[in-house]
């Protein structure tokens, strides 16, 4: 799991660290089977799914302490969905005066964690809560 960061395995959902992300500690939670849109979930695919967002959100705050987070989901290329072919839920950790999304419109990186140690910070909290 440190090469593909996940950070949580379910029955149905998972959990991974954005690859490219917009702030540390900046997760994803999928559906393990590749659907594209709300609609398409299982009543209980979609009840892992939004229990382990809600999970996940816990862990952050209590691991990271953010002031705020955002919950999202980009659904098409429209809305700014990369990955539009598999359904996913953003979290992400924000805290007052952060660079907010600078990564997505001056395309810079503000991230001061590695990716290897905020997975490892993540999977510790997730096992402990």
């Given at each position: ?15 991974i660290l954005n ?47 953010p002031h705020g ?44 964690e590695p990716l ?14």
């Amino acid at each position: 799991d440190d090469e593909t960061f996940i950070v949580h395995r379910g029955e149905l959902v998972f959990a991974i660290l954005n690859a490219y992300p917009y702030a540390v500690g900046h997760l994803m939670v999928l559906p393990k089977r590749q659907i594209a849109s709300l609609s398409e979930l299982t009543p209980d695919e979609n009840l892992e799914l939004w229990s382990t967002v809600t999970h996940a959100s816990e862990v952050l705050k209590s691991e990271y302490k953010p002031h705020g987070l955002n919950v999202g989901i980009n659904l098409g290329p429209a809305a700014g969905g990369s990955v539009s072919e598999h359904l996913h839920v953003h979290i992400v950790p924000r805290w007052r005066g952060d660079a907010n999304f600078m990564t997505t419109v001056a395309n810079a990186k503000t991230i001061s964690e590695p990716l290897i140690e905020t997975a490892a910070r993540i999977r510790h909290a997730w096992t402990m809560s």
